[in-house]
């Protein structure tokens, strides 16, 4: 069995995206029932030295997005350097989901061996070839914030099952 590029990035990052997006209703949800300010669950971490959980999911968006537009040989779209609410949230989710599926699919398929470079928030590139950006760090960085955002919520006391997690298949 054989997978394309796309499907391993782009065809894994949209799913998993959308299931971000729900994971922010349940928290908005949550906040409703029980009437805190849904700022509170975005302030929120697991450690002090760890990112929030508005700096995960916006974690966890910029390396679907960035890791794509690499793959494509494009421009990574960008977001405000600021706090956002959760709707906002949804909306860069909802956003990020409508540039990925943009991508050129037969871009992106070819390049597993096209050199690439992700440029860290420090400035400092590392290099990569396609294939192991997508392998060895934008998968694995995407799935670590997004777990973490799930993570987060769980802890605050959200009411999220594995499946919330993983999306109806």
Not at 37 to 63: C, F, K, S
């Amino acid at each position: 069995m054989t997978i394309s590029i796309h499907e391993a990035s782009v065809g894994m990052f949209v799913p998993f995206l959308r299931n971000l997006s729900a994971l922010l209703d349940h928290a908005g949800a949550y906040a409703e029932t029980r009437k805190i300010d849904p700022a509170v669950l975005l302030d929120m971490r697991l450690y002090p030295n760890m990112y929030d959980l508005r700096q995960q999911v916006g974690e966890a968006i910029r390396h679907a997005v960035v890791g794509s537009a690499l793959l494509a040989g494009r421009e990574p779209m960008a977001f405000p350097d600021s706090k956002p609410d959760l709707t906002e949230l949804k909306a860069r989710i909802a956003a990020a989901i409508a540039f990925i599926e943009g991508l050129p699919r037969a871009e992106i398929d070819a390049a597993a061996d096209k050199a690439v470079a992700f440029r860290l928030k420090s400035g400092v590139e590392l290099p990569f070839t396609g294939r192991s950006l997508l392998l060895s760090f934008s998968v694995p960085q995407f799935f670590f914030h997004l777990t973490t955002a799930y993570d987060i919520l769980r802890h605050a006391g959200v009411d999220l099952v594995k499946r919330d997690f993983l999306g109806k298949r």
